[in-house]
């Protein structure tokens, strides 16, 4: 296992971090997966056993039962991982159930601990965006968090370019904690995060999170151009988290990433897997399965390298069309594009 550092902090994460979506069902999670608390211990034996060594959960998932199951199951052996949360989601029908502020954030903080039988979080990672609640005191919150010893570093996730950029200004003024990473949806998929988040977090010193890598399940190739799609599964223009734009462009990934792994001998997704884990940026995927042979699979990816040939296969039929104002930029400014810019737009440059 390839351990990366995280950001600018001194913490090193594990190359995949292992999801806990699945942990619980219930609710709005049913379809997503309704892992037990036996399921979910060996699952974590797995990871261990791989070399994983973060394990990411969120409030919200299943309402807080995926953080119970995750605290049980890690009874005993709870020094062994970096434990990851997220708050900002509605956790109650209150008028401050939800969001970024002071109030819900310390609470929020408080029932994660109790939920997950710990005194502190490793990362604690603002979920979404709020765009009412002033920066400082959301970032003073985090702060005397950290200052407690009930968490050790902070992150965010689904924040824009600007979003991101603006709260780590706020840290420095103010001599606050800062992002050390941001999560964010990722994939051979959709890359429209290379737009501005990737960029961002390159020149800023933030280290990626990558959640859904396999685009849910999309890129795991069983969904093909011409073929009838498992039982039970969706059309690809039913999804919408993530949502498919261009479904041509998203088979002809997927059939490349299939012959790929064909070539390899491994699946389409330890592909696109080992693809992402390659793109610059890129700290930790997160992935988690509903079943203990997926898991397997998407560990092993870890160990996979693709040529050069194969990534520029990948890479052209995976890229994003050019909006503005990169068009305009590879045509004039190529000369002084930076190191953030350049890790995306190097094939569009003449």
Known sequence: MDYR?????????????????TFGGGDK????????????RRQIDMCLDAGVNMIDTADVYSNGLSEEILGQALAGRRDDVLVATKARMAMGDGANDAGLSRH??????????RRLGTDYIDLYQVHEWDGVTPMEETLGTLDDLVRAGKVRYVGCSNFSGWQMSKALGVSERRGLERYVSQQVYYSLQSRDAEYEIVPACIDQGVGILVWSPLAGGLLSGKYRRGQQAPEGSRHLTDWNEPPVRDEEQTYDVIEAAVEIGEAHGVSAA?????????????SSLVVGARTEEQLADNLAAADLELSADERARLDELSAPPLIYPHWHQTKTSADRLGPGD?????????
């Open 5 to 21: 550092q995280l950001g600018r902090s001194g913490l090193r994460v594990s190359a995949l971090t292992l999801g806990t979506m």
């Open 104 to 113: 819900h954030l310390t609470r929020s903080c408080e029932a994660s601990l």
């Open 270 to 282: 330890q592909v696109a897997l080992a693809w992402l884990l390659g793109r610059p940026g890129v």
């Open 29 to 40: 999670f049913a379809n997503v997966g309704s892992t037990d608390l036996d399921t979910a």
């Open 342 to 350: 350049r890790a995306w737009l190097e094939p569009f440059l003449d």
